[in-house]
T-cell receptor, first 113, second 114 residues
């Protein structure tokens, strides 16, 4: 089955700098790649996604890049703020009528004021 | 806003006891999932369902059963709880219909098996 590798387990950046979290996947059939955020002691919520028909998507300060050849996708958080501190999970799915999502292990991001 | 409610929020169980974790969603989503979250492992899929009456094994189903009696409800059952099942459990619902792929997660259940 699909395996999603999330390369950074922890990441610290200074407020205002950019943070980049990288993920790779194994199954070429995967075509939908969401990102979820988990703040301390809370549940996960969706932040941004990208589908395989595009290679870049931006939502405010969040940018997702997808490199299908390398089977790699990344989350870029620009102009980081302390409230960006959280665990971020990448995931991959085949985007069919029934979906199974495969998650990475999570990256704990700390934004230092 | 989509709503997924889990109960209980915290549970302490004894080894060998039976534990039932409940999940209710008001989103009318077809798909529901049970994950556990452990440090160093991230989120791992235990069981999932794509409609009332259906349950499927995920990546780590051993020691767990699931039940989907209705569109809204999806339970995770530990018939004989073991300390290795101490974890945080998340239920989620989602649907790929109409291009909506977002998973909505419940608040989680913290289970300790002593």
């Amino acid at each position: 089955g699909e395996k999603v590798e999330q390369h950074e387990s922890t990441l610290s950046v200074r407020e205002g700098d950019s943070a980049v979290i990288n993920c790779t996947y194994t199954d070429t059939a995967s075509s939908y790649f969401p990102w979820y955020k988990q703040e301390a002691g809370k549940s996960l919520h969706f932040v941004i996604d990208i589908r395989s028909n595009v290679d870049r998507k931006q939502s405010q300060r969040l940018i997702v890049l997808l490199d299908k050849k390398a089977k790699r996708f990344s989350l870029h958080i620009t102009a980081t703020q302390p409230e960006d501190s959280a665990i971020y999970f990448c995931a991959a799915s085949m985007n069919t009528g029934y979906q199974n999502f495969y998650f990475g292990k999570g990256t704990s991001l700390t934004v230092i004021p | 806003e989509a709503a997924v409610t889990q109960s209980p929020r915290n549970k302490v169980a004894v080894t060998g006891g039976k534990v039932t974790l409940s999940c209710n969603q008001t989103n009318n989503h077809n798909n529901m999932y049970w994950y556990r979250q452990d440090t160093g492992h991230g989120l791992r899929l235990i069981h999932y369902s794509y409609g009332a009456g259906s349950t499927e094994k995920g990546d780590i189903p051993d020691g767990y059963k699931a039940s989907r009696p209705s569109q809204e409800n999806f339970s995770l059952i530990l018939e004989l709880a073991t300390p290795s099942q101490t974890s945080v459990y998340f239920c989620a619902s989602g649907d790929a219909l109409g291009g909506q792929n977002t998973l909505y997660f419940g608040a989680g259940t913290r289970l300790s098996v002593l």
